[in-house]
């Protein structure tokens, strides 16, 4: 799918699935992919579409380690100038599965950074990774005031920090594993975390989703209207839904 953030900013979810994540983000003075779960083929080919190839690409943020994150790491031997952003926990555990290094550009869980015309906010999620993260990108051109996409993957729930970090994001990408029925039997999570959690659940479950990855049409308006409610806090917030229905990876 594409969006165009405005002012010359497009955003394109190339995948997001069990079979792998990639998203790539252009501005005006560069062209990133968000994670690269796609071996250099496939990336490709899905990358068709936008009229770009991955000789196109300046850098990769990196998540986390599993393999539908970074299978599309191995690639980038043909393409050693590509960027490699991650933190130190995940760049070691991806090495180990490459025969060559990547131009690595370690940065710090938390830290925020600038990448040409991009500033990359980073910030910690829960999941069973080494190190695992979100990013928020921030572009500002020109006049126009900053255009905000927050990604944030394999969330186990969502709290507080997370909440913090991806308000009055223009693009949100939210991706769950929630298990409905742990989710039913679950007393222990606050309550207040609970609507989130129904909604990702119900938006999962839209009919128009399935098959789709990424496809926000098919989350009705008022789950949309109160995912916004109970955890943006604003009415400016387009959302990506990114589902992935498998538990625990
Ligand atoms: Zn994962």
């Known amino acids: 799918m594409i969006n165009t953030m405005g002012a010359g900013i497009t955003f ?42 991955l000789s196109d690409i300046d850098a990769v943020f990196i998540t986390h380690e599993h393999s539908d994150h970074i299978s599309g790491l191995a690639g980038l031997a043909r393409h050693p100038k590509v960027q490699v952003f991650a933190n130190r926990e995940t760049a070691r ?18 830290s925020t950074f600038k990448f040409r015309d991009v500033e990359v906010c980073t910030f910690a999620i829960p999941h069973d990774a080494t190190d695992p993260v979100g990013f928020v990108f921030s572009v500002t051109v020109g006049e126009a ?13 969502v709290p507080e920090l997370v909440r913090e970090r991806i308000r009055g994001a223009d693009v949100l990408v939210l991706e769950s594993n929630y298990d409905p029925d742990m989710l039913d039997r679950d007393h222990k999570r606050p309550w207040a975390l609970k609507p989130w959690a129904l909604v990702e659940l119900r938006c999962a479950r839209a009919p128009a989703h399935h098959g789709k990855p990424g496809l926000a049409a098919g989350i009705p308006r008022a789950l949309v209207a109160r ?23």
């Not at 190339?14 to 501005?27: P, Y």
Request: hydrophobic residues 40%; charged residues 25%; aromatic residues 8%.
């Open 12 to 53: 394109h979810i190339l995948g997001s699935s069990s079979q792998g994540n990639c998203a790539l983000l252009e501005t005006p003075h560069c062209r990133v992919l968000i994670d690269i779960g796609f071996p250099a083929k496939r990336l490709n080919e899905l990358l068709e579409p936008t009229g770009r190839k």
């Open 93 to 110: 555990a991806a090495q180990i599965r490459l025969k060559f290094r990547p131009a690595w550009q370690f940065f710090e869980t938390g």
């Open 145 to 157: 005031k900053p255009r905000r996409l927050a990604w944030c993957t394999d969330l186990g729930y």
């Open 227 to 249: 995912m916004q409610r109970c955890a943006i806090g604003t009415r400016h917030v387009r959302l990506v839904w990114a589902k992935r229905p498998t538990v625990g990876n």
